[in-house]
């Protein structure tokens, strides 16, 4: 059975770039969806013509009045490559055929001669720029979708800003067709604007002194800006190892503080959400600024208190509670949030907190650790220990 839906990738070099099954289904089609670019390369085909929407949303709900009827949506490259065939996949599921040609990674590979699989491969379409930042690392090979003209400048600034000016930096423009390659570093691009088709390849190199951040939770503490409400290095490992974070999962940050939980639970695991609330305004905007400069834009930030922020908020797969925790109702709230399966994570340093984790460690299953840290700082001319506070942690499994 022909699905009624058929999404079909064009290449850069438009209707040729098209293999016989796509040619037959843009040829049977009743109706064609697509960007005003790929519509206008329709010629005189019979069909009706959808333009997308703003949002493009709302022509996917459209699309539904026409199930059964043959459609076609035109698309550049692999529709799957942060494209309109997932969202058209998960909406109608089992109805869509997807006929891709090679995308502008695979073809920016093949230019580049890089291994595929050894590239990180990103769109900042609709998305900030910093989403890159969380990649860095040296020797690094991404490759970024443009949004526009002006993306490979922006983004040569910002890798310049952060200390990354020495990265190696080439635009593809039009790929697939007559491409132009532009090269130089992000310190000192000699190019303006681009073309609007373009695929940006860096090789990322830091400049000298500039700090390389793991992707391995257990950050620097100075790599946060914050005002001393900072879950410390070695406990912060501690406490995303007992969160466990998995892909597709949502964490709940409360109490976030300078939001090195919920920064560190993004970059650790891929397709992560996590909503980060606090009653405080200005470490609020040291959260943003810290998830800005670490590469997790998509951090949710809440501003308010618990318990009664929480009502309302997209249900969490994990919790962790930083601050607030003696807070009359926080627990209770957050407890018949969490999802059956979900992790529970709290941490405390002052009586009032410990008393509630002596309580919840009732529980069936729950696990109440101590965590003491101690560092070697000078005592004279020698060195001595110096403890840090000790942190009381529970880590629970919600059954």
């Known amino acids: 059975m022909i699905a009624w839906l058929s999404v079909i990738g064009i290449g850069a070099d438009g209707l040729v770039s098209l293999g016989p099954m796509a040619r037959a289904r843009l040829a049977g089609a009743a109706l064609v969806v697509g960007g005003a670019r790929h519509l206008a390369l329709l010629g005189d085909h019979p069909a009706e013509r959808w333009a997308w929407a703003s949002p493009l949303a709302d022509t996917v709900a459209a699309l539904e009045a026409r199930r059964g009827t043959p459609v076609a949506v035109l698309a550049s490259g692999d529709p799957m490559w942060f494209g309109i065939g997932a969202a058209l996949v998960e909406r109608f599921p089992g109805e869509v055929e997807v006929l891709p040609v090679p995308g502008a990674f695979s073809l920016a590979a093949a230019v580049l001669g890089w291994p595929l699989a050894e590239v990180q491969c990103l769109t900042v379409h609709g998305r ?34 952060v200390g990354w000016g ?14 132009v390659r532009l090269e130089g570093t ?11 088709l373009a695929t940006i390849a860096v090789v990322a190199r830091p400049d000298p002194g500039t700090p390389c951040y793991s992707r391995v939770p257990g950050l620097p503490d100075d790599a946060f800006e914050h005002d001393g409400m900072l879950t410390k290095q070695a406990v912060r490992a501690a406490t995303l190892a007992a969160l466990a974070p998995q892909p597709g999962e949502r964490l709940w ?8 939980i919920a920064i560190e639970w993004l970059r650790a695991v891929p397709r992560t959400s996590a909503i980060a609330i606090e009653r405080d305004e200005g ?44 807070t009359a109702g926080v627990w209770d709230a957050c407890w018949r949030a969490l999802r059956a399966g979900g992790r529970l994570v709290a941490n405390a340093v002052t009586l009032e907190g410990e008393a509630v984790l002596a309580a919840a460690a009732r529980a069936p299953g729950a696990e109440l650790v101590r965590l003491q840290v101690q ?22 499994v919600k059954p």
């Open 128 to 161: 900030p720029l910093s989403v890159v930042l969380r990649h860095l690392a040296p020797a690094a090979r991404l490759l970024v979708l443009a949004e526009g003209p002006e993306t490979a400048c922006a983004l040569c600034r910002l890798l310049t800003e």
């Open 186 to 196: 992000a310190a000192h691009w000699p190019h303006g604007p681009t073309r609007a």
């Open 283 to 326: 470490r609020l905007a040291r959260l943003t600024a810290n998830a800005q400069r670490l590469g997790t834009p998509e951090i949710t930030a809440v501003h308010g208190a618990a318990p009664a922020v929480l009502a309302g908020l997209a249900p969490p797969d994990a919790i962790f509670i930083g601050g607030g925790l003696s």
């Open 253 to 260: 940050d409360v109490g976030a503080g300078s939001g090195s």
């Open 375 to 396: 560092r070697a700082v000078p005592v004279g001319p020698h060195l001595g220990w110096r403890p840090a506070m000790p942190v009381t942690q529970i880590r629970l």
């Open 166 to 179: 020495d990265s190696h930096v080439s635009v593809l423009e039009h790929l697939g067709a007559d491409m």
